[in-house]
């Protein structure tokens, strides 16, 4: 598991190394959710792109799921539902643990 600020960051760690699931803010202080999802399209594998946001409505949840986000975290977080979604984006199979954060 990795932890990174910013979509720059983010890029060079992402084209390091291989990842199945990515958590990211919708707003980065460099970038948008958008822009890492499209990030995450252009890398190979199939990366899971889960996205957090303290304003997440069921409009903006629509939005990103439409975009191909996996799924939308409001914040403040409520642990159970922070399990079952990472536990459900992990179980994909051929999925071992790696993550970026």
């Known amino acids: 598991m990795e932890h990174v600020e910013t979509y720059q960051q ?3 760690i ?22 890492i999802l ?4 252009e890398l190979p ?4 792109v889960i996205v957090t946001d303290p304003q997440a409505d069921a409009r903006f949840w629509a939005e990103a799921l ?3 986000a996996y799924d939308v975290l409001s ?7 922070v399990r079952r979604i990472l536990s459900n984006a992990c179980s994909r199979p051929g999925y071992q643990y790696r993550a970026a954060v």
């Open 10 to 12: 983010a890029r060079a």
């Open 14 to 35: 992402l084209q390091q190394c291989d990842y199945d699931v990515l958590l990211t803010e919708a707003v980065l202080p460099d970038a948008t959710w958008l822009d």
């Open 38 to 41: 499209r990030l995450a399209r």
């Open 45 to 48: 594998g199939d990366l899971e």
């Open 66 to 68: 439409n975009m191909g």
């Open 75 to 81: 914040q403040p977080f409520y642990a159970p539902e």
